[in-house]
């Protein structure tokens, strides 16, 4: 299984490819953030996507992904709404006033992947969702403070349930984070749970893509009969934040951030 094999080290070359990838993703998130209102259809939102993927000459990670024999994925970008956790499908479904959305987008330069996602509130949004999407973002940020050389890859996990469940909420089981590369996914398997100090020692030149998703209710997920579209299983409401992250000698550097990023 691949989250098993040994965590590659990227070469300078290749982390130059992943600040690249790192940026476009970056920079079309924000413009597919500004899109984001009542009244547009996640298809929209997908084509502005693959528009952007296409001015830029990169290409997506998403489209025709096949990790398990299962569809390939269709499109270039995942719109999950409210209950849905991760991997919605873009189509015919129209954004509507108090929804929240995540938009999770990767792409690839020269075969190097770049992979960030956003939760946001459509128009006018309570204190519940507000709350769900700070404490989220939140999870990540200290999860990402926390990341450095010499320390365990357990603690990554342990940071974000920690936080989630100082709330009340539940972290997703059956998703994790992971290594990132010349694959979108690889070694380590990289979970939102668990006790700190355990597994693999965080070194300079490991890249990894840190994603948790929260609920409101229960842990437990369903999924859509299109096999991709991921739900809450008590039908609450979840919340996905997502950055890819480089080990630097110093600390860390967030490949996926520009000025104005979640
Ligand atoms: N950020 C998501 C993940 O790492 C994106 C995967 S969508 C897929 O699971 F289509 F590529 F699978
Ligand atoms: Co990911």
Request: charged share 25%; glycine share 12%; net charge negative.
């Amino acid at each position: 299984m691949a989250y098993g094999e040994r965590i590659p080290i990227k070469t300078r070359k290749e982390i130059e490819l992943m600040r690249e990838s790192g940026r476009h993703v970056a920079e079309i998130l924000l413009e597919l953030r500004e899109m984001v209102r009542p009244g547009i259809s996640t298809l929209e939102l997908d084509e502005a996507a693959e528009e952007a993927i296409g001015n830029r000459g990169v290409m997506s990670s998403f489209k025709g992904y096949d990790p398990h024999g299962l569809p390939a994925y269709p499109a270039v970008l995942c719109v999950s709404i409210n209950d849905e956790i991760v991997h919605g499908i873009p189509g015919s479904r129209i954004l509507e006033d108090g929804d929240i959305v995540s938009l999770d987008f990767g792409v690839a330069c020269s075969g190097y992947h770049g992979d960030s996602a956003l939760t946001m509130g459509v128009g006018k949004i309570d204190e519940e969702k507000r709350q769900l999407l700070d404490v989220t973002q939140d999870s990540l940020n200290l999860a990402i403070a926390e990341m450095g050389p010499g320390k365990r890859l357990s603690d990554i996990g342990h940071v974000v349930q920690t936080r989630a469940e100082s709330e009340g909420y539940s972290v997703v089981r059956v998703f994790a984070g992971h290594g990132i590369g010349s694959r979108l996914h690889e070694a380590p398997w990289i979970p939102n749970y668990g006790k700190p100090g355990r597994g693999p020692r965080l070194k300079p030149g490991m890249v990894l893509a840190i994603e948790p998703m929260v609920d409101v209710g229960g842990p437990d997920v369903e999924m859509l009969d299109d096999q991709w579209t991921a739900v809450t299983a008590d039908g609450s409401l979840s919340a996905h934040f997502e950055h890819t992250i480089l080990i630097t000698s110093e600390g860390r550097e967030v490949l996926t951030r520009v000025e104005g990023s979640h």
